[in-house]
């Protein structure tokens, strides 16, 4: 069983900055790449980053430039640094990994944590 635990989230103002973590745990043999997707109110889960176990990472068009996306492969830990936050990027935040466990690979999820920008 492989678990994925975020941490993170809370209540920001316009312009500032939070960084959130997941960390996956469990019978992990290999990852492949990690990442985060994000929900806010009312809308479609999208794709916010991801980062592969080489380094090589991939941006929405709307956090580039202002989210960074950065892992640590003895940790099996991903990082999400988020400057210059806007009342947009409001959303449930959730940790995705492509595991390799007991022979398969599998995506597994976090439970998400919620980032709140707002004055």
């Known amino acids: 069983q492989v678990q994925l635990a975020e941490s993170g989230g809370g209540l920001v103002q316009p312009g500032g900055s939070l960084r959130l973590s997941c960390a996956a745990s469990g019978s992990i043999i290999d990852i492949n790449r990690m990442g985060w997707y994000r929900r806010a109110p009312g809308k479609e889960r999208e794709l916010v980053a991801t980062i592969t176990s080489d380094g090589s990472t991939n941006y929405e068009d709307a956090v580039k430039g202002r989210f960074t996306i950065s892992g640590d492969n003895a940790k099996n830990t991903v990082y999400l640094q988020m400057n210059s936050l806007k009342p947009e990027d409001t959303a449930v935040y959730s940790c995705?990994?492509?595991?390799?466990?007991?022979?398969?690979?599998?995506?597994?999820w976090g439970d998400g944590t919620l980032v709140t920008v707002s004055s």
């Open positions: 995705v990994a492509d595991v390799l466990s007991a022979g398969m690979w599998a995506y597994y």
